[in-house]
RNA sequence: GGGGAGAUACCAAAGUGGCCAACUGGGGCAGACUGUAAAUCUGCUGUCGUACGACUUCGGAGGUUCGAAUCCUUCUCUCCCCA
């Protein structure tokens, strides 16, 4: 059931639903982080450990006293474990009972991952948010990997949670620690996932290993499996969702964060999303399109351009054509978490996901 | 006036007797993208057809050959060098 709420950072206070960009290298690509404040209004943002570990380095990092002071960001911060770069990067690395070890995308050398450096880097990252470090399991699988991958990730779990309880922040504000649902498609596996989890009493939980390419049924069953377990008082982080319309389908199943790099990637490459629907900005219709990108408009750059001009700088491959086109798009996403939010306020949004469910999936 | 090089699809450019409806790049058209190795990747791009395929193409005209973008004749045009 949708809820609203509230999250208290060290950085930020929020309201939840909420949609936080993806800033994998210490920059949602693109967008200053003047724009992403003032323009976007993003109150947290993503970062990632294993990105960030190899470069700049946490010798850096930890020098000029985190995050948030290199890259001038003084709201919240939410770090990825390199759980995802795991799966993704799957053909550079080796699970093992320690950790994971791996070879860097970058220049081969090796390195080794195990909870409790992942936790270690987060603390000198500062990110308000820690995740636990996982396996982010691929899909297709059988369950058979899929309950050995999710032993392993409780396993890794365990020792994380134990390790951050026991380590210090180290620049004088509190962080929390969230632990991840794995388990695959498998309700049994999900649902006994969810229940350690929900007994650790982190100060939220995430459910991860969605969205890797099963039908979103599939998904939206695994959320309701594991969203009658997690712990009501707490925020549930859905990770790496979605589209507009996953996103509304998970809000009315009770998740109350999101991350995603659909509309940073799929801006750069073209895609708008509306209120109207899916604009591919490169098709010809829209080259004597001058009307605005996107009325009313959430951002500063919808009133301000037209479709005709983006498209042109797109084509062209102009750099502010992926500006311009990110900036609507994290804007749109930010404007449609926050209407979530007003409408369970006025206990309306039922009715208002099922109009803009219709909306938000047409191709214009 | 003398000498030389060349004309290939939207553009550039390979191909110099059959494996050519024609390499490759650009451009164009469309698609993909879900805790970012992505401002990336994929497909199509003579006509008709879903496809097997059929038909018309390599400056124009004619010829040689079983077969020509490729060889010959001729015409037109372009570029370079010397005067």
Not at 6 to 23: D, L
Not at 24 to 36: A, F, I, P
Not at 93 to 118: C, Q, W, Y
Request: glycine content about 8%; some cysteine.
């Amino acid at each position: 059931m949708a809820r609203a709420g509230r999250i208290t950072t060290a950085h930020s206070s929020f309201e939840t639903p909420i949609f936080m960009p993806v800033g994998t290298q210490g920059t949602v690509k693109s967008v200053h982080q003047h724009e992403l404040k003032n323009d976007i209004d993003a109150p947290v943002i993503l970062g990632n450990t294993y990105h960030l570990y190899l470069r700049p380095g946490t010798d850096v990092i930890s020098e000029v006293g985190g995050l948030h002071k290199f890259m001038n960001w003084n709201r919240s911060i939410l770090t990825d474990s390199g759980g995802y770069q795991v799966f993704s990067l799957s053909d550079n690395r080796k699970l093992t009972g320690e950790g994971a070890s791996f070879r860097s995308h970058i220049d081969g050398s090796k390195h080794l991952f195990t909870p409790e450096n992942v936790v270690d880097i987060q603390r000198i990252i500062g990110a308000d948010i820690i995740m636990a470090f996982d396996e982010c399991t691929p899909w297709p699988c059988d369950q058979s990997y899929a309950s050995s991958s999710l032993d392993l990730t409780h396993h890794w779990l365990d020792r994380g949670w134990d390790h951050f309880r026991n380590s210090e922040p180290k620049y004088g504000y509190s962080q929390s620690f969230f632990p991840i649902v794995q388990g695959s498609i498998f309700p049994e596996l999900r649902k006994i996932s969810a229940e350690k989890i929900a007994l650790l009493g982190a100060e939220g939980n995430a459910i991860g290993g969605l969205s890797v390419g099963e039908p979103v049924e599939d998904m939206y069953n695994m959320i309701e499996v594991v969203n009658v377990i997690l712990p009501a008082d707490k925020p549930r982080y859905l990770m790496g969702v979605g589209t507009p319309v996953n996103i509304l389908e998970s809000i009315e199943r009770g998740v109350d964060m999101f991350d995603c790099v659909m509309p940073t990637r799929n801006g750069r490459n073209g895609m708008l999303f509306t209120s109207n629907g899916i604009i591919n900005i490169r098709n010809r219709k829209w080259m004597k399109d001058f009307s605005p990108i996107d009325e009313p408009g959430h951002s500063i750059v919808d009133m301000q351009y037209s479709k005709a001009y983006l498209r042109h700088l797109i084509m062209a491959g102009e750099l502010l054509g992926g500006q311009i086109a990110t900036m609507h798009n994290l804007a749109f996403y930010l404007w449609l978490v926050r209407e979530a939010f007003n409408q369970i306020m006025k206990d309306e949004f039922m009715p208002w996901k099922a109009k803009m469910v219709k909306e938000l999936s047409m191709r214009l």
